[in-house]
């Protein structure tokens, strides 16, 4: 258990630090798979809810901190999305590619419009028609992508077995 928490830390890390500088050169227009929230997802969907919510709120403050956003939204939003996808993911169906797709496009629409909301409600500069057909769906569709291919990449790197194997 301490080896997985060590290793969820050190990608943890990886993830936030390089995450601009890796996923700048996969930018279509202004879009680009959100890293963070995917590895939130897949630790949401593969461990306990200690886990999942802890590693949310972790890369989120770190999300907050490095970035010029307000402090705790992130925090917030991460932590949010660790506790509902564990609180639900026995009754998601997530050993098929089409079902992870549908789940990564699902949740990073839930999650990105309570960004959103929360944005609104402190900052008042949102125009959420903008948000909504700029910025989640095509971001949300993005993620869902790219979750095929980098949930088989976690997997082997935190389980080292493969995502789409058989029972």
Sequence with gaps: MKKKITIILVLILVIV????????RLKIGNIKPNLIMLFIIYISLTTNILTSETTGFFVGFLEDILSQSLIGVNALTKTLLAFFLNHFKT??????IISVFFVVFLTTIV?????????????NKVNFYHAILKIIIPE??????FSIVVF????????????????
């Design 111 to 123: 999650t990105k419009l309570f960004y959103f909301l929360l944005i609104l409600l402190f900052v």
């Design 91 to 96: 009754r998601l169906f997530t050993e098929k």
């Design 140 to 145: 949300a569709f993005y993620n869902a992508l």
């Design 152 to 167: 088989p990449l976690f997997r082997l790197i935190l389980e080292r077995k493969r995502l789409w194997q058989k029972p």
């Design 17 to 24: 630090l390089q995450s601009s500088n890796v996923i700048d």
